[in-house]
């Protein structure tokens, strides 16, 4: 077997702390570089006063017709309310999906399957053919 030469101790240590150390000056003077001041998003910029009346009271005025003042619930859509699934609800619902992925392996047999990827391939070369088609009419 051949021999391990290994660091250990207080060398391993200080080592440790230099590198640290080289590391932290390495960043400390890129940073140092970066101009981090917020510059202006547009500059002499006038704004016609009664335009920005006229968009600010229609912006209250949306606001007062909104309604009540709720906030948007995210887990409710068209249907009603979308609760987040407990975890156990959770794991009921994986259960299902890992049994009902096994009575579904066997329906499709290699050769259907072999039938769909090669349908697939053709497919998407011919989607490739047509955009290089597409493209070249564009460029032309």
């Known amino acids: 077997m051949g021999k391990h030469h290994t660091i250990s101790g ?3 240590a200080l080592s440790v702390l230099f590198l640290a150390g080289l590391l932290s000056a390495c960043v400390s003077d890129t940073l140092s570089t970066v101009d981090t001041q917020p510059k202006p998003v547009a500059e002499n910029v006038s704004y016609d006063p009664a335009q920005r009346d006229q968009a600010v ?3 209250r005025e949306k606001a007062a017709q909104s309604g009540s003042g709720e906030l948007t619930n995210a ?3 068209q249907d009603g309310p979308n609760e987040p699934l407990t975890a ?3 794991a009921q619902l994986i259960n299902e999906l ?3 992925a096994q009575r579904n392996s066997g329906s499709v047999t290699d050769a259907e399957l072999e039938a ?3 349908s697939i391939r053709e497919l998407q070369q011919k989607a490739r053919t047509h955009y290089d088609s597409a493209v070249n009419n564009i460029q032309n």
């Open 57 to 59: 009271a229609e912006i």
């Open 75 to 77: 887990f409710v859509d």
């Open 10 to 12: 207080i060398p391993a």
């Open 98 to 100: 890992e049994q009902s």
């Open 116 to 118: 769909k990827q090669r």
């Open 88 to 90: 156990s609800e959770q």
